[in-house]
């Protein structure tokens, strides 16, 4: 029986708000962001180039900090920001731990950020009055810190559970920044209900921080929901100057970058800023008008859990939407959904703005969602994440016996004749994390806490053993097909066999992503050149996809194949280096 003293829909006991353990919070927040981050090179195009960036400034001149280059072109993208952190990680660490995983404790730094800023968001948020659970005609409600605590811990169990998420916030991209400063501007907000002037300066100033992060556009329409909240929150006197403080911060934050890169040349600072120009007018479009389906199939999975108990949220508090717990981070995922259906090209790196505030919104769901619709939800949760715990160990047996064979063809088909398994030390962590993950179901079925908590610990920490599994049973694997070390290491013999045949030592890439040029620059020591100190080069290393015909293609010149290569796990992608003749 409760006493309705207030609207909100939240019917919270001292029972249902205790305290989540603070030492479990810790290991699962160490084995999400720890797993993984030794024994791999750079995955993927997106993480191979964040890491070029880093690299190139690391053991650049100085003029490389303000116009970022990758292997021999501008990296006219995106901003500066998570690559001078990156690179100074490089400095400090990379000869002690070496250089990829010295750029990859930049995501360590981002993903402490976006934890602590997600963490006194929603604590502050909670904690206001309109945010409160009802009260208890005979006592036993949840108090108001315990409720604050308790609210604040559920939402970073939901940022380790969001699904979309999890390969991202381990990459070198700006991506993993741009989502840390998005919480640290909802912080900034929900300070600012109690402090004005200190959190309209941090809100500022983390718009600032994203848009060097991830580009002008994405601070853009940040700022739009920063000042959209400041104008409706708060006390009206103290609406103006909170607008104009974080306003002035945004703006003058983000200018610091341009007016230190009057320091470079004016040849180069004018190339730089005429190919990020180029890149801003190809960023901004509406894509998913082509393909109206591309994005509610990918958002229903990449944003799982947090868009069914948003979408609760809104339901339940229909009565307070005015509430600042409610209403502000809704004008940030406004604004955010705005940020993504006018960005090009749409993938799902373009996604990444919405979480944040559907982490905020998310936990008021959860604290307010029926008891039927939580069980339901810590059900699908054991069922799914143990359904694919299973798959993982028994494509892992298959592979590794060869029983069944269609699994184990199924594996193999992906890394052929890459049979390496496992250590012993990875083997007994895999199998513990899975254990520990039995052991919380069976915890969960015999106990039935009544802790609000349970439901986002489920999901955090499922995917947390998921994660754990990949980066220990399949680690080697994964790294043999999708590192580029061997045929770098390949096309460095070559290039040194044609330098000592008295061609000069520079590389021209063709049809070579970034990404790719970066791994073939850090593991063959290939020389690339400097955009701003251009030069013949007399080798070219060529990308030739079999699927396609486009990119078959040479540059003018006459150009003599000296040799071709690929490896087992791309057989349909073929790396040419070509002579120039005459030469």
């Not at 909240?229 to 006197?237: E, Q, W, Y």
């Not at 609760?312 to 229909?318: D, E, F, G, N, S």
């Not at 390496?420 to 039935?448: D, F, M, N, S």
Request: net charge positive; glycine share 8%.
């Amino acid at each position: 029986m409760s006493f309705e003293a207030r609207l909100s829909p939240a019917r919270v006991s001292a029972a249902a708000a205790v305290a989540f353990p603070r030492r479990a919070l810790w290991l699962l927040l160490i084995l999400y962001i720890g797993a993984g981050l030794v024994g791999r090179d750079p995955w993927g195009a997106e993480d191979a180039a964040g890491f070029g960036v880093m690299w190139s400034m690391a053991h650049g001149n100085p003029v490389d900090l303000v116009l970022p280059v990758v292997a021999g072109d501008w990296s006219a993208e995106e901003g500066p920001l998570p690559f001078w952190v990156g690179a100074l990680m490089l400095r400090l660490f990379g000869g002690l731990l070496g250089e990829p995983l010295a750029a990859r404790l930049s995501t360590v730094l981002w993903f402490a950020l976006a934890t602590t800023a997600l963490w006194y968001a929603a604590y502050r948020f909670a904690r206001r009055a309109e945010a409160q659970p009802v009260t208890f005609a005979f006592g036993g409600e949840a108090a108001p810190r315990d409720y604050g605590r308790m609210l604040a811990d559920m939402a970073v169990l939901l940022l380790l559970g969001t699904v979309g998420i999890a390969l991202r916030m381990h990459e070198t991209t700006a991506e993993t920044a741009a989502l840390a400063w998005i919480l640290v501007a909802l912080f900034g907000l929900a300070w600012s209900l109690e402090r004005p002037r200190r959190g309209a300066l941090v809100a500022g100033l983390a718009v600032a921080a994203a848009a060097l992060s991830r580009g002008p556009w994405l601070g853009l329409w940040l700022l739009v929901a920063v000042l959209a909240a400041l104008a409706v929150s708060g006390a009206p006197r103290d609406r103006p100057q909170r607008l104009a403080l974080a306003a002035s911060a945004a703006l003058g934050g983000f200018a610091l970058w341009p007016l230190l890169t009057l320091l470079a040349p004016e040849a180069s600072r004018v190339a730089y800023w005429e190919a990020y120009a180029g890149w801003l007018a190809r960023s901004v479009g509406v894509p998913w008008l082509a393909e109206p389906g591309w994005l509610p199939s990918n958002l229903a999975w990449y944003l799982w859990p947090l868009w069914p108990l948003a979408a609760w949220t809104l339901y339940a508090w229909r009565h307070l939407l005015r509430a600042p717990h409610v209403l502000l981070p809704t004008l940030a995922l406004g604004a955010m959904l705005g940020a993504v259906l006018t960005t090009a090209p749409l993938t799902e790196a373009a996604l990444v703005p919405l979480v944040p505030p559907l982490l905020v919104l998310a936990v008021f769901g959860a604290a307010s969602l029926r008891r039927s619709l939580d069980t339901l939800m810590d059900w699908f949760a054991m069922a799914t994440f143990s359904l694919f715990a299973v798959a993982a160990w028994a494509y892992f047996i298959a592979w590794q016996t060869g029983a069944p064979p269609r699994m184990a063809t199924s594996v193999l088909r992906l890394v052929p004749g890459f049979q390496e398994a496992p250590g012993l030390a990875l083997l007994l962590l895999a199998a513990a994390g899975t254990a520990g993950w039995a052991a919380l179901i069976g915890w969960r079925v015999a106990r039935r806490p009544p802790m609000l908590w349970t439901g986002p610990l489920l999901a955090g920490a499922g995917l947390t053993m998921l994660w754990l599994l990949l980066t220990t049973l399949f680690i080697a694997a994964v790294n043999y097909n999708r590192s580029y070390r061997p045929i770098a290491q390949q096309v460095a013999e070559q290039v040194r066999q044609q330098v000592a045949a008295g061609v000069t030592a520079c590389v021209r890439a063709h049809r070579l992503p970034a990404g790719q040029r970066v791994m073939f620059a850090h593991f063959g020591k290939l020389d690339f050149g400097h955009p701003a100190r251009p030069q013949p080069c007399e080798l070219l290393l060529q990308r030739d996809s079999r699927r396609s015909a486009l990119d078959d293609d040479l540059p003018p010149g006459e150009w003599r194949q000296v040799w071709i290569g690929s490896w087992p796990a791309r057989p349909d992608e073929l790396i040419r280096l070509h002579r120039l003749v005459g030469r």
